[in-house]
């Protein structure tokens, strides 16, 4: 009887941080992965494991039934088991109300977690008062059954984040943990004389019934070829028209072409191509961030003197890419599986062109890792450029309006470590490329296009709608003064992110709930199709130089500054 509800301590203690790992992929498609969810998440596993806590305790003084332990363990399996049945429509639903960003994500964790986890905070108090023999070990008694859950919890965290996310669907790992629970409950109800043989033959039981859950083949969804949880996001691959998209949780992170896999990029990575107006000898490329290779396959396929490094976090992103996106092993070419900004601590190369495109997106809006978007992060980038080197920076927002802070934010950011900078909002999507230039150079968006134009003409850049492109520049600061530089001490990249959630939810409403749609690529499009011209672009008039700070009482135009789209899209 002592092994089995040992067993109990255990078990519950690792399905308990299992279940907060697996919540964080549960809610990362409808909300993110940024610090409020996850502040959320471990607040209402927090809460509801003291109010167990407390609950099991005095039951356990009431009635110290073995019997009603069962129960207990019962029912944390119980509830846990519906959570796959409802997670979807539950967030969902929340997402559709938007109470607010901080508060939806609340809501969806109380929603789905709190009873499994208050259920399983009854536990170990409950084992403690089963167990404890006499007043004079009760010390020793209630300290060894909290470390075997500690334990307990320290294997779940590891088994769950480093095996089961990695090989298995979020779904499956709760009916696993779920599964478990409802079997040693059953145990302990039906057969609670039972000895250590017979406990520890449940322990042969319980994995056969684990695997079974497991293997079950799922049926397969003939538009996507490829779907999997890893340690960064919920990742799938999908055939859709002629298109086959990446996505990662609820953001689009690359298109491509079926039939050529050069074509059907997203608008905003042509801007990846601008730097070359600035810097005609590019020669080495870094690419921040793989997704679907959309960058670094063009690169490497139109600038034959160029080579491209890459590093990308997730291993899983690089053999998807590799799988299903085209991109290819190259001489040229080196990816590693690193943080971005760990590598440019450790790498000593020197680039002329670095690209930063390394977020996620959730249904609140853009996600952007604040460690990638600080001034100590912009003072490694400029160290690792060459004398003439050119950042290129993609960030998800609009240059006014609510959902222009975070741009602007990272712009203010930007301007305090490089002396030009020049921006180029997309037109089909709410992304905004900021191009900075180690030295500082003054070009008006005309001069930017002449010099543009000559480069098509002698196709030294081959994108079919780069004069187009080009036709977006930004030559002039956004307003700066409400925005804070971003450091390693102070980014709050949340709080910028959410002014805009308001404005999407307002847009959507007015088209009925319908989002407009978003090119994702340029091939059979009328500018696809754009021929050279040796002619400039309308006349733009000249404005002040990018590399300052502070406001300037010419504003752009507001076609310009703003995305006529409404979905986010990265890589």
């Known amino acids: 009887m002592t092994f089995i509800t040992l067993l109990v301590a255990f078990g519950s203690g690792a399905a308990l941080m299992s279940f907060e790992i697996l919540g964080s992929r549960i809610l990362a498609p409808h909300f993110g992965s940024s610090t409020t969810v996850w502040a959320c998440l471990i607040g209402v596993f927090l809460t509801a494991l003291s109010l167990g806590n407390i609950a099991g305790g005095r039951v356990a003084d009431w009635r110290p039934s073995p019997g009603l332990l069962a129960l207990i363990v019962l029912a944390a399996g119980a509830t846990s088991a519906i959570i796959p049945l409802i997670s979807d429509p539950i967030c969902a639903r929340i997402v559709e109300r938007r109470f607010g960003y901080r508060l939806d994500p609340l809501l969806a964790s109380a929603s789905l977690f709190f009873l499994p986890t208050l259920f399983l905070g009854a536990v170990t108090p409950f084992v403690i008062r089963i167990l404890l023999s006499s007043v004079e070990r009760s010390g020793l008694t209630s300290g060894g059954i909290y470390a075997l859950s500690t334990a307990g919890s320290i294997l779940g965290t590891f088994v769950t984040a480093f095996y089961l996310i990695q090989t298995f669907g979020v779904r499956s790992i709760l009916l696993l943990w779920s599964v478990f629970l409802l079997i040693l409950g059953v145990i302990f109800l039906v057969v609670p004389g039972c000895k250590g043989a017979r406990a520890k033959r449940t322990l042969v039981v319980a994995p056969l019934v684990f695997i079974s859950f497991l293997v079950v083949p799922r049926s397969a969804q003939s538009v996507i070829v490829y779907r999997r949880d890893t340690l960064y996001h919920h990742m799938m691959v999908e055939d859709s028209g002629g298109l086959r998209t990446l996505r990662f949780d609820a953001a689009v992170q690359s298109t491509m072409s079926l039939a050529n896999p050069l074509e059907g990029a997203l608008e905003y990575t042509d801007y990846f191509h601008v730097p070359f107006v600035f810097n005609q000898n590019i020669r080495n490329v870094l690419f921040i961030g793989l997704g679907g290779g959309s960058g670094p396959k063009r690169f490497l396929y139109d600038y034959t003197d160029v080579r491209v490094d890459v590093v990308e976090i997730d291993p899983v992103v690089v053999a998807v890419a590799e799988q299903f996106f085209f991109v290819r092993k190259d001489p040229r070419s080196n ?237």
């Open 335 to 571: 990816i590693s599986v690193e943080d971005g900004r760990v590598f440019l601590s450790r790498s000593n190369q020197q680039y002329d062109l670095i690209v930063v495109d390394a977020y996620l997106s959730s249904a609140y809006g853009p996600y952007i890792p604040f460690h990638l978007a600080t001034q100590e992060f912009f003072k490694k980038a400029r160290d690792r450029l060459t004398v003439s080197g050119v950042l290129v920076y993609n960030v998800i927002g609009t240059l006014t309006g609510p959902e222009s802070m975070s741009v602007r934010s990272i712009y203010r950011t930007m301007v305090t470590v490089f002396p030009s900078l020049y921006m180029f909002p997309a037109e089909t999507s709410r992304n905004v490329v900021i191009v900075a230039t180690k030295p500082k150079i003054t070009l008006t968006p005309e001069q930017i296009y002449q010099a543009g134009n000559r480069l098509f003409l002698e196709r030294r850049v081959r994108i079919p709608a780069f004069l187009r492109r080009l036709t977006r520049c930004i030559a002039w600061a956004p307003p700066l003064l409400d925005v804070p530089v971003l450091t390693d001490n102070f980014a709050p990249i949340e709080k910028l992110q959410s002014g805009g959630i308001a404005v999407q939810q307002a847009e959507k409403e007015n088209k009925g709930g319908q989002e407009q749609p978003v090119a994702t690529g340029e091939a059979g499009t009328k500018e696809s199709r754009e021929t050279p011209r040796e002619v400039g672009a309308p006349k733009v008039p000249e404005q002040s130089d990018a590399s300052s700070a502070a406001p300037v009482t010419k504003k752009p135009d507001n076609s310009a500054g703003r995305a006529q789209g409404t979905r986010t899209e990265t890589r």
